[in-house]
């Protein structure tokens, strides 16, 4: 059997294969509520075979949104939707995660679709911003308000309360989303992080408030299911976090009960310079889960059957999340079950489509 197509099992939750879809924003939720095309969305990946989906950024609370169109689940009234989508996954043979997020000073802009310029708080889409110093994203963005003791702990009691919702909701997996140059990213990179508190200095100050987070979102997912934790590996500037500190990190997550770094890279400073190509990113996957001899998963333009194969087959990462070519495809898994010569079950509704 081709690796990828082989199980995995973390915990008490087995993976039929390690096909997984990124999680990536649809901007098309409402006060944050899912919608049918949420639905629709991630459902038809499930149908398409990929042995987990992770949900998109959703939002702790209303002001950790990266645009107003973002799914939140600060309150109980999103849970009934978000059930249906994790019931009807299951129902494909697929599990499903969620991505738990905070924008920081990345939050209240505008979707992709209407410019994606930050909007001012005054705005009626748009709200004051938070991060761990009072350095706004780009130039011409307002200023985020530094978190003082009083907001860090609420920050702390969303992340449980997000947990909890998770829990009822009934997913897989919970993800904590410290990637990208969201809040979490804000605290640990020196670049964004100018504080003189516990919270600020040393690299141990820094990784301080993800640690805590890790401890009390473990605590209240338990033991059962998987943790996952996506971090930015490298920000891709000189003077910046990078991966021996994303090594060192994924050390300490290991010892609270991560059980995969979902690695990444870059989000926190704009307009650098990043050497796109096909697995870009796999190179730091493969650091992490050598030295901090942790689980990952590898993401980054990996278009094909035969990257795939390979990245697994030469032990640089556990598992294989698709973006943009999850987008473009949602059968993804069923074509390249056939470029590797795998048998694979297609849902009985379309066997009409490969009995010739």
């Given at each position: 059997?081709?690796?990828?197509?082989?199980?995995?099992?973390?915990?008490?939750?087995?993976?039929?294969n390690?096909?997984g879809?990124?999680?990536m924003?649809?901007?098309?939720a409402?006060?944050?509520?899912?919608?049918?095309?949420?639905?629709?969305?991630?459902?038809?990946?499930?149908?398409?075979?990929?042995?987990?989906?992770?949900?998109?950024?959703?939002?702790?609370s209303?002001?950790?949104?990266?645009?107003?169109?973002?799914?939140?689940?600060?309150?109980?009234?999103?849970?009934?939707?978000?059930?249906?989508?994790?019931?009807?996954?299951?129902?494909?043979?697929?599990?499903?995660?969620?991505?738990?997020?905070?924008?920081?000073?990345?939050?209240?802009?505008?979707?992709?679709?209407?410019?994606?310029?930050?909007?001012?708080?005054?705005?009626?889409?748009?709200?004051?911003?938070?991060?761990?110093?009072?350095?706004?994203?780009?130039?011409?963005?307002?200023?985020?308000?530094?978190?003082?003791?009083?907001?860090?702990?609420?920050?702390?009691?969303?992340?449980?309360?997000?947990?909890?919702?998770?829990k009822?909701?009934?997913?897989?997996?919970?993800?904590?989303?410290?990637?990208?140059?969201?809040?979490?990213?804000?605290?640990?990179?020196?670049?964004?992080?100018?504080?003189?508190?516990?919270?600020?200095?040393?690299?141990?100050?820094?990784?301080?408030?993800?640690?805590?987070?890790?401890?009390?979102?473990?605590?209240?997912?338990?033991?059962?299911?998987?943790?996952?934790?996506?971090?930015?590996?490298?920000?891709?500037?000189?003077?910046?976090?990078?991966?021996?500190?994303?090594?060192?990190l994924?050390?300490?997550?290991?010892?609270?009960?991560?059980?995969?770094?979902?690695?990444?890279?870059?989000?926190?400073?704009?307009?650098?310079?990043?050497p796109?190509?096909?697995?870009?990113?796999?190179?730091?996957?493969?650091?992490?889960?050598?030295?901090?001899?942790?689980?990952?998963?590898?993401?980054?333009?990996?278009?094909?059957?035969?990257?795939?194969?390979?990245?697994?087959?030469?032990?640089?990462?556990?598992?294989?999340?698709?973006?943009?070519?999850?987008?473009?495809?949602?059968?993804?898994?069923?074509?390249?079950?056939?470029?590797?010569?795998?048998?694979?079950?297609w849902?009985?509704?379309?066997?009409?489509?490969?009995?010739?």
């Amino acid at each position: 059997m081709n690796k990828l197509f082989t199980p995995l099992k973390i915990r008490n939750t087995t993976f039929k294969n390690r096909m997984g879809v990124s999680p990536m924003c649809m901007y098309s939720a409402k006060d944050g509520l899912a919608t049918d095309f949420h639905l629709t969305h991630l459902g038809s990946r499930a149908v398409g075979g990929f042995g987990f989906i992770m949900q998109e950024a959703t939002a702790i609370s209303p002001e950790g949104r990266i645009t107003y169109k973002d799914l939140g689940i600060w309150e109980d009234k999103h849970l009934s939707k978000l059930k249906e989508i994790v019931n009807y996954c299951h129902a494909q043979n697929a599990l499903i995660g969620i991505q738990l997020a905070h924008a920081g000073r990345k939050a209240s802009c505008k979707p992709p679709f209407e410019g994606r310029d930050q909007i001012s708080p005054d705005h009626p889409n748009g709200w004051q911003t938070f991060s761990a110093s009072e350095i706004p994203f780009k130039e011409n963005d307002h200023s985020p308000i530094a978190l003082d003791k009083k907001g860090i702990e609420k920050v702390k009691n969303d992340f449980v309360s997000a947990t909890k919702r998770a829990k009822k909701a009934g997913y897989d997996v919970v993800e904590i989303h410290a990637a990208h140059g969201y809040l979490l990213h804000q605290f640990y990179s020196p670049l964004s992080n100018k504080r003189t508190d516990e919270y600020g200095g040393s690299f141990e100050n820094r990784i301080r408030l993800l640690l805590e987070i890790t401890q009390l979102v473990k605590a209240e997912w338990g033991e059962e299911k998987p943790l996952f934790v996506r971090i930015s590996a490298t920000d891709w500037h000189e003077k910046g976090w990078n991966i021996e500190d994303s090594i060192k990190l994924s050390k300490h997550l290991k010892e609270l009960g991560v059980d995969l770094i979902d690695t990444s890279t870059g989000g926190n400073i704009s307009g650098v310079k990043i050497p796109l190509k096909p697995g870009y990113q796999v190179e730091f996957a493969e650091k992490i889960k050598t030295n901090a001899n942790i689980m990952t998963g590898a993401v980054g333009l990996i278009r094909t059957a035969e990257l795939s194969e390979k990245i697994l087959n030469t032990d640089k990462a556990d598992f294989i999340f698709y973006g943009r070519e999850a987008l473009r495809n949602p059968y993804l898994p069923l074509r390249f079950a056939n470029q590797l010569n795998q048998k694979e079950n297609w849902p009985h509704q379309y066997k009409w489509a490969v009995m010739e």
